[in-house]
């Protein structure tokens, strides 16, 4: 049974940082691209960062780069989202992903609000 599970959102006010988490279990982690995607309500998901299998090479939305950092721990089978420098319209829930060829697998989500 494949779980993705998140943890670490909350509330932060303008200019926090949060560092979202995500343990995976029931899949060969290593071989998965592992993705950060955010929905507001009434609106699609979208990718904020992802980071590949092999070599570790990330990409991120454009209104993220600078401020967010995606990274993941193999051995731990985690993939992490630092967020610095927090705005309101990061507020969402963020979900965690994992794909390989057709598998592609979505966490519960976690919300994060930033909001003084």
């Known amino acids: 049974q494949v779980q993705l599970v998140e943890s670490g959102g909350g509330l932060v006010q303008p200019g926090g940082s949060l560092r979202l988490s995500c343990v995976a279990s029931g899949i060969q982690f290593g071989i998965y691209g592992m993705n950060w995607y955010r929905q507001t309500p009434g609106n699609q998901r979208e990718l904020v960062a992802g980071i590949s299998s092999r070599f570790g090479n990330t990409n991120y939305l454009d209104s993220v780069k600078g401020r967010f950092t995606i990274s993941r721990d193999n051995a731990k089978n985690t993939v992490h989202l630092q967020m610095n420098s927090l705005k309101s319209e990061d507020t969402a829930v963020y979900y965690c992903?994992?794909?390989?060829?057709?598998?592609?697998?979505w966490g519960q989500g976690t919300q994060v609000t930033v909001s003084s």
């Open positions: 992903n994992a794909k390989f060829l057709d598998d592609d697998y």
